[in-house]
T-cell receptor, first 115, second 111 residues
Framework: SAVISQKPSRDICQRGTSLTIQCQVD?????MFWYRQQPGQSLTLIAT?????????ESGFVIDKFPISRPNLTFSTLTVSNMSPEDSSIYLC????????????FGPGTRLTVL | KQEVTQIPAALSVPEGENLVLNCSFT??????LQWFRQDPGKGLTSLLLIQSSQREQTSGRLNASLDKSSGRSTLYIAASQPGDSATYLC??????????FGTGTRLQVFP
């Protein structure tokens, strides 16, 4: 398995501000993923973050709203910009590990509430 | 477009019962299927991973089966315990590394 930590674990933010979420993995991984889970919903992939290249965003998510950094193979950040109450969600980072790098592991999540 | 559905949406059972949670997907061209557990307000814990070439996987009291041709997977929980109470999510992976999640089954096991 993988040990994945996220900071902060939760935050309450004001509308219009930005929050940067950090994800740290205990060993090097090629790909890191950022997911969003809105209240009462399942998870949706925001983007895939590869080291040394720009993140690949899924339909409905844009870099201006969710800029991502991937400075090395163990760390990534996701920023939620110009927040509105609709951004209130749990944000989770994820990596592929295991035999053949098939199994996906998730961090503990960051619970964001926007007032 | 791949869609993943889980039935039932919620389940409440007494301790000791054997349970079956269902997951169905619309496109059988999957790479693998993974079952997760999520406790309230927490991240996801990987329970079982089934490759597309496999029919089932077992871990302790958990057994997951996969019938790719019919687009179905089941998670069997034997002798349920209150500690099993959580939301159970299935997710399929296609040729990309993107996971497509089901809507989840919220399980409550009462003493």
């Amino acid at each position: 398995s993988a040990v994945i930590s996220q900071k902060p674990s939760r935050d309450i933010c004001q509308r219009g501000t930005s929050l940067t979420i950090q994800c740290q993995v205990d060993s090097q991984v090629t790909m890191m993923f950022w997911y969003r889970q809105q209240p009462g919903q399942s998870l949706t992939l925001i983007a895939t973050a590869n080291q040394g290249s720009e993140a690949t965003y899924e339909s409905g998510f844009v870099i201006d709203k969710f800029p991502i950094s991937r400075p090395n193979l163990t760390f990534s950040t996701l920023t939620v910009s110009n927040m509105s109450p609709e951004d209130s969600s749990i944000y989770l980072c994820s990596v592929l590990r295991g035999k053949g790098y098939n199994e996906q592991f998730f961090g503990p999540g960051t619970r964001l509430t926007v007032l | 477009k791949q869609e993943v559905t889980q039935i039932p949406a919620a389940l409440s059972v007494p301790e000791g019962e054997n349970l079956v949670l269902n997951c169905s997907f619309t496109d059988s061209a999957i790479y693998n299927l993974q079952w997760f557990r999520q406790d309230p307000g927490k991240g996801l814990t990987s329970l079982l991973l089934i490759q597309s070439s496999q029919r089932e996987q077992t871990s302790g009291r958990l057994n997951a089966s996969l019938d790719k041709s019919s687009g179905r997977s089941t998670l069997y929980i034997a002798a349920s315990q209150p500690g099993d109470s959580a939301t159970y999510l299935c997710a399929v992976k296609e040729n990309t590394d993107k996971l497509i999640f089901g809507t989840g089954t919220r399980l409550q096991v009462f003493p």
